[in-house]
């Protein structure tokens, strides 16, 4: 089993507004990841956790704020956002760190209003 | 740090015809390779990998790529596509031995199917 699984899938916040993102999987994998997607576009790392500990923060604004809870959750919250920061959100899992296979969730379709 | 290339932004087919999605890479250390497909309003989907071994490499929905290190590609390879084939498609590259965690993706390649 290859899955990752992301709520919601379609999401719609204003600029003032608190949400979080929610990201699980089963699979025993040790790193996860948040990227960001806009169309036509390849997906844009955000933040890698490894063993639970956040690894990489590809210089990402404070309003995106990640969270990972155990070894099979992962969060993002979200606060304050902008217009531009409408985008398919993907999460992914990897069974093997550093460097590995990545398997992504289907992604939340998020649009900041 | 490494880089991708796909040398084709856009390629159209006719089905049942042959397909190859071209895919350049560039590392001074030795890497891991990716194609991915993204159908519409999904997330990506893991085609196939390259981690070591045979050069040949078969993956899911019958594409198939080849590593060639000496031209530094990895293009991937379908003898006869179908209209649900139609998706775009990343190639991704990873250094194992830089300890990095990320993947690098290449700009995609939408493969267009025409009945």
């Known amino acids: 089993d290859t899955e990752v699984t992301q709520t919601p899938k379609h999401l719609v916040m204003g600029m003032t507004n608190k949400k979080s993102l929610k990201c699980e999987q089963h699979m025993g994998h040790r790193a996860m990841y948040w990227y960001k997607q806009k169309a036509k576009k390849p997906p844009e790392l955000m933040f890698v956790?490894?063993?639970?500990?956040?690894?990489i923060n590809e210089s990402v604004p404070s309003r995106f704020s990640p969270e990972c809870p155990n070894s099979s959750l992962l969060n993002l919250h979200l606060h304050a956002l902008q217009p531009e920061d409408s985008a398919l959100y993907l999460c992914?899992?990897?069974?093997?760190?550093?460097?590995?296979?990545?398997?992504f969730g289907p992604g939340t379709r998020l649009t900041v209003t | 740090a490494q880089s991708v290339t796909q040398l084709d932004s856009q390629v159209p087919v006719f089905e049942e015809a042959p397909v190859e999605l071209r895919c350049n890479y560039s590392?001074?250390?030795?890497?891991?390779l990716f194609w991915y497909v993204q159908y519409p309003n999904q997330g990506l989907q893991l085609l196939l990998k390259y981690l070591s071994g045979s050069t040949l490499v078969k993956g899911i929905n019958g594409f198939e790529a080849e590593f060639n290190k000496s031209q530094t590609s990895f293009h991937l390879r379908k003898p006869s596509v179908h209209i649900s084939d139609t998706a775009e498609y990343f190639c991704a590259v990873s250094a194992p031995q830089g300890g990095s965690e990320k993947l690098v993706f290449g700009k995609g390649t939408k493969l267009t199917v025409n009945p």
């Open positions: 956790y490894s063993y639970e500990k956040l690894s």
């Open positions: 992914a899992s990897s069974p093997r760190t550093p460097s590995g296979e990545q398997y």
């Open positions: 590392s001074s250390v030795s890497v891991y």
